[in-house]
């Protein structure tokens, strides 16, 4: 595969064309990592990006087309040649940047307002992989169960065959895993430097070890994970395993979001952080520039105690479970609004059933690549508050202070 680094001089016919003969090649050297057609000029509504990657179905090599709009994604499927013809049709008339990560390239086909093409290329980390192609939905596993990890956590005996009483354990890991995969995928994290994580409330480590594991030994990426728990028995426990198990970058740290804060991050991670101690990890995670937020709140006692049932809701919120549910979509509106204010794409969706808890819900946040204007969410957060009577949210006097919105 090769092009000129000065692509730039040739018609916008030949670098269209250069472009699909490096992709052709990607294909039949199964070095495709990834492919995202960005700057969407279509007339569709909320369409903002399609992610391409490498799938098998039935035996049969596919791309796996993600279209992700505002509030939800839609994933279609066609072989290869299939695929190909589809995205020909779409640049640049409806996108006009395509973003071509191989093995051994990264290239970039960007079309200005006027039509002009510019094709660009360099080389790859030496860290890139290909991503294992995956196979029918309901079979795929981000995790094996003979990693190391799971057997010294109790997730698996000796002979790596599940333990019944921990399936549902194993299903959380694997659920998790997938979402950070697909966002990882969609964000601008690059994996040729090293990727920093914080997992805080990290307990007994599951999530913590799973996704050092996936970083380091799926990916092949240099994965930095500090996992905080107050708890100074558990990160003992862990920071044992972490040594006996050879997970370097691995490491256990005494605290919690408030005296532990990383002053750079790639991905941060709390689960079920009790009422405002959410709101306290989502601020470091924007604090710390992290490309990735992912958040299961549990409690929301700061704004239940505040909320005044407008009247006509309150024949239905003068029941105590209506006034809960209605208190955790309140609040958990609002951080993904504030979220959204500070520049992330911002989901909010039911994660797996958890164990010991029925708190499923997630926050996931992925850092937008350009600017964005917050006076008209920040308007949408006034009037949310507003309607409710709420005088004060946790995250946005947090970010108030630190000057984020004028």
Same mark, same amino acid.
């Given at each position: 595969?090769?092009?000129?680094?000065?692509?730039?001089?040739?018609?916008?016919?030949?670098?269209?064309?250069?472009?699909?003969?490096?992709?052709?090649?990607?294909?039949?050297?199964?070095?495709?990592?990834?492919?995202? $057609? +960005?700057?969407? #000029?279509?007339?569709?509504? !909320? %369409?903002?990006?399609?992610?391409?990657?490498?799938?098998?179905?039935?035996?049969?090599?596919?791309?796996?087309?993600?279209?992700?709009?505002?509030?939800?994604?839609?994933?279609?499927?066609?072989? $290869? +040649?299939?695929? #190909?013809?589809?995205?020909? !049709? %779409?640049?640049?008339g409806s996108f006009r940047n395509a973003h071509l990560l191989s093995l051994s390239d990264e290239v970039q086909l960007e079309f200005s307002k006027k039509g002009k093409a510019n094709l660009s290329r360099s080389q790859a980390?030496?860290?890139?992989?290909?991503?294992?192609?995956?196979h029918d939905r309901e079979k795929k596993r981000y995790l094996e169960l003979t990693r190391p990890f799971l057997t010294d956590l109790g997730v698996t005996n000796r002979q790596h065959e599940l333990i019944p009483a921990m399936s549902r354990k194993w299903k959380q890991i694997n659920k998790f895993i997938e979402v950070f995969s697909h966002a990882l995928a969609s964000s601008a994290i690059r994996l040729d430097k090293p990727v920093r994580v914080a997992d805080f409330g990290s307990g007994k480590g599951y999530l913590t070890f799973a996704i050092h594991d996936y970083l380091r030994n799926t990916l092949q990426?240099?994965?930095?994970?500090t996992g905080v728990e107050l708890r100074e028995d558990m990160v003992t426990l862990c920071n044992n395993a972490a040594a006996r198990l050879e997970h370097p970058g691995l490491v256990f740290r005494c605290g919690d979001v408030r005296s532990v804060a990383p002053s750079e991050l790639e991905v941060m991670i709390a689960l079920h952080a009790c009422d405002?101690?959410?709101?306290?990890?989502?601020?470091?995670?924007?604090?710390?520039?992290?490309?990735?937020?992912?958040?299961?709140?549990?409690?929301?006692?700061?704004?239940?105690?505040?909320?005044?049932?407008?009247?006509l809701l309150q024949p239905m919120l003068q029941y105590g479970l209506h006034m809960g549910q209605q208190a955790e979509m309140v609040t958990d509106s609002l951080r993904a609004l504030l979220l959204e204010a500070c520049g992330y794409e911002t989901k909010v969706f039911e994660f797996i059933s958890l164990e010991h808890t029925n708190k499923n819900k997630m926050i996931l946040a992925v850092k937008r690549a350009g600017p964005v204007d917050p006076a008209s969410i920040l308007a949408r957060i006034g009037e949310l508050k507003s309607f409710y009577a709420i005088d004060e949210q946790c995250l946005e006097t947090l970010l108030r202070a630190d000057g984020y919105f004028s």
């Open positions: 595969m090769s092009v000129s680094n000065d692509a730039a001089t040739g018609s916008v016919v030949d670098q269209r064309a250069q472009f699909f003969t490096l992709l052709d090649d990607c294909l039949a050297q199964s070095a495709l990592v990834k492919l995202v $057609l +960005a700057r969407y #000029v279509g007339a569709e509504t !909320d %369409l903002q990006r399609i992610l391409i990657a490498p799938v098998t179905l039935k035996g049969q090599a596919c791309l796996s087309f993600v279209y992700r709009y505002k509030t939800r994604d839609i994933t279609k499927n066609h072989p $290869l +040649a299939e695929a #190909v013809a589809l995205i020909a !049709d %779409l640049l640049p980390g030496p860290s890139r992989v290909a991503p294992a192609a995956a990426v240099q994965g930095e994970v405002i101690a959410t709101d306290y990890a989502i601020h470091t995670g924007i604090r710390s520039g992290a490309a990735i937020i992912m958040c299961s709140p549990c409690c929301h006692k700061q704004i239940r105690q505040q909320i005044q049932s407008p009247g």
